[in-house]
């Protein structure tokens, strides 16, 4: 079984869980640019952030033969902090870096007028840059907030097929299908999206367009989620075909649109050690 996960936050975890991912199958990531559990307090700090997504991770990545790729935005959370609206003038430096292939993750979290605008101005951004987006949709008053995130999207004329609705549920799925948009969906342990509910989306909804993530970050959550979603759609009688479109060749679709995908060598990890350390140093 070969994984894509299109949305985890390897950032906030630990080398294990890379070495415990490429022994499950997971072979690619793409990790959204996220807020970090207390407000930055300049964008400098989203510079420095920035850097390490499409520096030091793809390399950490490397060295256990998981291939690492990011999306860039100003997140819908910290959207709302004055001190953080300058990041959307370095954005055009990092949309033009290989390692980014899409704007994200951007969207809503409270709805509010701030977040509306900085909506608005990464969607015009990705179809500058000609990127797919990456939409957050919030955790509270989900169905409110896809509705309003749609409008937006048609509002800035990006294509609906080079967007992908994430954090969707039962509520909103089938108003994210009916949109054209990619429908991704957050396996966790306890909220969002558990492997036998997911099961049944698929069932009803086929697996078109489906994007399956473990979305894992400093919380509560599991890397290992997707391959538990392959293995329960193998077991209620899906084909491994149809566990590899969902889980390795939608992802490739949806983010090769960026035209910077790499997934050539994948099978030629760059693991090693320095002077007794488990991970080799980057250069400066």
């Not at 990545?61 to 001190?83: M, S, W, Y």
């Not at 084909?239 to 060749?249: C, G, I, K, Q, Y």
């Amino acid at each position: 079984m070969r994984i894509f996960d299109p949305h985890i936050h390897m950032t906030s975890r630990t080398t294990d869980d890379y070495e415990r991912m490429a022994a499950a199958g997971v072979r690619a990531v793409v990790e959204p640019a996220f807020w970090l559990g207390q407000p930055r307090t300049s964008a400098a700090s989203f510079a420095d952030y920035f850097d390490s997504l499409i520096g030091w991770e793809p390399f950490r990545a490397g060295q256990f033969g998981v291939r690492h790729h990011a999306t860039v935005a100003l997140n819908p959370k910290e959207a709302n902090d004055p001190r953080c609206r300058p990041v959307l003038d370095l954005l055009p430096r990092y949309l033009e870096k290989d390692a980014v292939v899409a704007v994200g993750e951007i969207g809503y979290d409270d709805m509010t007028p701030a977040e509306d605008e900085a909506f608005a101005i990464q969607l015009a951004l990705a179809v500058d840059h000609d990127l797919p987006a990456l939409v957050h949709t919030p955790h509270r008053d989900k169905a409110r907030g896809v509705e309003r995130s749609l409008a937006v999207v048609a509002e800035s004329g990006i294509a609906p097929g080079r967007v992908a609705l994430d954090h969707l549920n039962e509520v909103t799925v089938k108003l994210a299908r009916d949109s054209g948009c990619w429908l991704g969906f957050s396996i966790y342990p306890d909220t969002k999206m558990s492997p036998p509910r997911m099961v049944e989306l698929l069932r009803t909804y086929g697996t078109e367009r489906m994007l399956v993530n473990s979305a894992a970050d400093w919380g509560r959550s599991d890397p290992l989620l997707t391959r538990a979603t392959g293995e329960a759609m193998l077991a209620a009688g899906f084909t491994d075909d149809d566990v590899d479109r969902v889980l390795w060749r939608n992802p490739v679709e949806f983010y090769g649109q960026s035209g910077r995908l790499d997934l050539t060598d994948l099978d030629t990890p760059t693991a090693g050690t320095f002077e007794g350390n488990s991970i080799l140093r980057g250069g400066d």
